[in-house]
């Protein structure tokens, strides 16, 4: 893959391992922290539309851990949780992110927020353990929302390129 | 995931009609960039760019076989273009809409209290 002559991307030694995701939203920083801190907010917009959460317990603190399920509009159940290893308001949560605390897969986002104007901007940074691990949470949640959505031909077509040529 | 410069972005490669062509074509094997245009029907300085643009952004993979270069295709390089149509980041993408309506209503309340 790797040769002079290819004008290969610059990328951070860890890009191939993570996932970065990005959004402004149009309200005070404190006001989007608070979101991310309480069940009753979070269980009205975590996960894709369709999906619903049950909570079994919440603790938000450094160590407290946030067990729930996730409900998929297909009826899917899928088991998660979720601990928090840093807190630091109204600026960044860090969290490790799997289906149970004994999850040997369980992986770590950094979210960070930061003034952009009067609005905010949200960046979510998930570092898989290796690679295999990333592209793995990735098929998995292809998986999870496979029933809702309906992918246009294109991305069908370039979905199915890649699992048949990329992998194996 | 952020968007590189235009000639890295597999997303901008393959926004192109004919460069989407052309990665059906390479998907049956390799071929020299005279069959590429011959194929698709195009000049081959065409065909030719074509590729440099596919190549630059990893979609494809070139080699030397005597006189001629043979292109093959690098189906790897349309890993973000399959992370994008579904999967977490969509997940998560999907998950901060309606983040962001929660908030505007929050906002909202918190102004009328």
Redesign the interface.
């Not at chain 2, 295709?73 to 790897?76: E, F, G, I, K, P």
């Not at chain 2, 977490?88 to 309506?101: G, P």
């Given at each position: 893959m790797s040769g002079t002559e290819r004008g290969a991307p610059v990328q951070a030694a860890s890009a191939d391992r993570e996932i970065v995701i990005s959004r402004v939203i149009d309200a005070p920083r404190e006001l989007v922290f608070e979101a991310f801190t309480e069940v009753r907010h979070l269980s009205r917009w975590w996960g894709p539309e369709g999906f619903t959460t049950t909570t079994q317990s919440f603790e938000f603190r450094v160590g407290g851990d946030w067990d729930f399920v996730m409900h998929g509009p297909d009826g899917t159940d899928y088991t998660e949780w979720i601990t928090w290893t840093e807190i630091a308001p109204p600026e960044r949560i860090a969290l490790l992110h799997g289906e149970s605390p004994s999850d040997p897969n369980a992986f770590e986002s950094v979210l960070t927020f930061e003034p952009d104007g009067a609005a905010t901007r949200i960046e979510m940074r998930t570092v898989f353990p290796t690679k295999e691990l990333r592209d793995e949470a990735v098929e998995k949640y292809h998986a999870i929302e496979g029933g809702q959505q309906t992918l246009n031909n294109l991305a069908a077509y370039l979905t199915e390129m890649v699992r048949k040529e990329a992998e194996g | 995931?952020?968007r590189?410069?235009t000639?890295?972005d597999v997303f901008n490669a393959?926004a192109e009609p004919q460069r989407?062509e052309i990665?059906v074509l390479l998907?049956a094997g390799e071929r020299p960039v005279t069959d590429v245009a011959r194929e698709l029907g195009i000049a081959q300085p065409r065909a030719s760019k074509h590729l440099r643009v596919l190549?630059?952004v990893?979609l494809v993979?070139d080699r030397k076989a005597g006189k001629q270069r043979l292109y093959c295709?690098?189906?790897?390089g349309?890993?973000p273009?399959?992370?994008w149509?579904?999967?977490?980041?969509?997940?998560?993408?999907?998950?901060?809409?309606?983040?962001?309506?929660?908030?505007?209503d929050?906002?909202q309340a918190?102004q009328e209290e």
């Open positions: - | 995931m952020a590189a410069a000639t890295s393959i989407r990665l998907r190549r630059e990893g993979r295709l690098d189906a790897r349309l890993r273009v399959h992370e149509t579904g999967g977490f980041e969509r997940f998560w993408n999907e998950a901060f809409d309606r983040l962001d309506a929660y908030v505007q929050l906002k918190r």
